[in-house]
Structure formats: structure tokens, C-alpha cells
């Protein structure tokens, strides 16, 4: 554990709430990314980032240090992230017609869909580059999903990854080299060029 975090993390313990901000502040946007990453929506990253820091704070008491602050984090990001997707994977898609006008308390506004004007051809091809990645690590089943995103965009090592998921190192090995054989064929057409 670094340092700093090993004197904010035992006063934090001890209910200091000044000590925890300074740990959420500190790991709020690694969190934020991650969440994000594994859920694929913005809203929903942000109140599952929130909850996160929630949970960690009731929890604190409990945190043994047997395992980095941040790991510990990601413990409980990522058995968030699961929860959510599986209460979303059973919910199924919300439906909403682009036509459908916007509520605003005692009236209603028609939408208005935003005009897209064209970039240089660069920028598009960096742009869907980007969703195509993106697809392609949602397209993923979860458990090569969450250590591809840990490993290669957060950085976590494979002994973190394997402590977060509770896992044995081998078992976090053969996922990112899966992960990585699912992605390299996904998106063939982007690694040939």
C-alpha cells in the first residue's frame, strides 16, 4: 500500500471522514473508469461509483489491510458492476422512440435530435476505432470483460487481479490471454492495418 495511503486508511479506520475523502478523492476517477468501462453508461458509472465509495465507507471498520486500499476498492466496484449488469441483462432493454416528446413536469417539449456534422476523415476513423473497441470489450463475457479492463486500462497486476476477483493466478492469466485472443479476432480488420 502506498505511503500515504497506509496513515490515511488507518485513520480512516478510526472514523475519520476527512482521511476517507482524501482516499475518494484520490481514487474516485480509477473507479469512475473502471465502472464505466464494465457497465457501458455514464449515469450509471457515476451513482455506481458513488455507492461504491458508500459501501467502502460503512465497511472501513472491516477493511483487515490484508489486501491494498485500492485492490479492496476494486473488490467492491467489481461485484457492483456484476450485480448491475446482471439485474440489467434481466430487466432487458428500455425502449424509447426517438419521436417521443420530452416530460417536463405539467407539459411537454418535442425532442430534438442533435444535427451531426461531419469531421475530418481522421477523427471519424479515430472515433469508430473507439466504438469498435468499445463493442468488442462489451461484446466479452464478464469475467474476460472485468480482467481485461483491470489489467490492460486500469493496471492493476495479475496478483491484484487475482485477489479482487478471488481467483487463482493462472485462472487471471488464461482470462487476459483469452480476452486478448476474443479482441485481437474482433477486430482483425484494425490490427492487419
Same mark, same amino acid.
Not at 485492490?71 to 428500455?94: F, H, V
Not at 424509447?96 to 411537454?108: C, N, V, W, Y
Not at 476523415?121 to 479515430?126: F, G, Y
Not at 473507439?130 to 461484446?139: D, G, P
Given at each position: 500500500?502506498?505511503?500515504?495511503?497506509?496513515? @490515511?486508511?488507518?485513520?480512516?479506520?478510526?472514523?475519520?471522514? +476527512? *482521511?476517507?475523502?482524501? @482516499?475518494?478523492?484520490?481514487? %474516485?476517477d480509477r473507479i469512475y473508469n473502471y465502472v464505466a468501462r464494465l457497465c457501458g453508461d455514464a449515469p450509471d458509472a457515476e451513482d455506481l461509483t458513488q455507492e461504491v465509495f458508500i459501501r467502502a465507507f460503512v465497511a472501513m471498520r472491516r477493511f483487515r489491510g490484508?489486501?491494498?486500499?485500492?485492490?479492496?476498492?476494486?473488490?467492491? *466496484?467489481?461485484?457492483? *458492476?456484476?450485480?448491475? @449488469?446482471? %439485474?440489467?441483462?434481466?430487466?432487458?432493454?428500455?425502449? &424509447?422512440?426517438?419521436?417521443?416528446?420530452?416530460?417536463?413536469?405539467?407539459?411537454?417539449?418535442?425532442?430534438?435530435?442533435?444535427?451531426?456534422?461531419?469531421?475530418?476523415? +481522421?477523427?471519424?476513423?479515430?472515433? /469508430? &476505432?473507439?466504438? /469498435? !473497441?468499445?463493442? *468488442?470489450?462489451?461484446? @466479452?463475457?464478464?469475467?474476460?470483460? !472485468?480482467?481485461?479492463?483491470?489489467?490492460?486500462?486500469?493496471? &492493476?497486476?495479475?496478483? +491484484?487481479?487475482?485477489?479482487?476477483?478471488?481467483?487463482?493466478?493462472?485462472? !487471471? %492469466?488464461?482470462?487476459?490471454?483469452?480476452?486478448?485472443?476474443? &479482441?485481437?479476432?474482433?477486430?482483425?480488420?484494425? !490490427? /492487419?492495418?
Amino acid at each position: 500500500m502506498p505511503n500515504g495511503d497506509i496513515a @490515511l486508511v488507518q485513520r480512516a479506520k478510526q472514523g475519520d471522514a +476527512e *482521511a476517507f475523502a482524501r @482516499l475518494a478523492a484520490k481514487y %474516485k476517477d480509477r473507479i469512475y473508469n473502471y465502472v464505466a468501462r464494465l457497465c457501458g453508461d455514464a449515469p450509471d458509472a457515476e451513482d455506481l461509483t458513488q455507492e461504491v465509495f458508500i459501501r467502502a465507507f460503512v465497511a472501513m471498520r472491516r477493511f483487515r489491510g490484508t489486501a491494498t486500499f485500492q485492490t479492496w476498492l476494486y473488490k467492491i *466496484a467489481t461485484n457492483m *458492476a456484476l450485480d448491475m @449488469l446482471r %439485474k440489467r441483462r434481466r430487466a432487458g432493454p428500455p425502449a &424509447l422512440p426517438l419521436d417521443a416528446p420530452i416530460e417536463t413536469g405539467d407539459s411537454s417539449v418535442p425532442r430534438e435530435l442533435a444535427d451531426t456534422v461531419p469531421e475530418p476523415h +481522421e477523427a471519424v476513423a479515430r472515433r /469508430e &476505432l473507439q466504438l /469498435e !473497441v468499445q463493442q *468488442a470489450i462489451s461484446a @466479452l463475457s464478464q469475467k474476460l470483460r !472485468v480482467v481485461i479492463v483491470l489489467f490492460d486500462i486500469q493496471g &492493476l497486476s495479475y496478483e +491484484e487481479i487475482a485477489e479482487v476477483l478471488g481467483v487463482p493466478l493462472g485462472t !487471471v %492469466k488464461s482470462r487476459l490471454f483469452n480476452a486478448r485472443m476474443a &479482441l485481437r479476432q474482433r477486430l482483425t480488420r484494425y !490490427v /492487419e492495418q
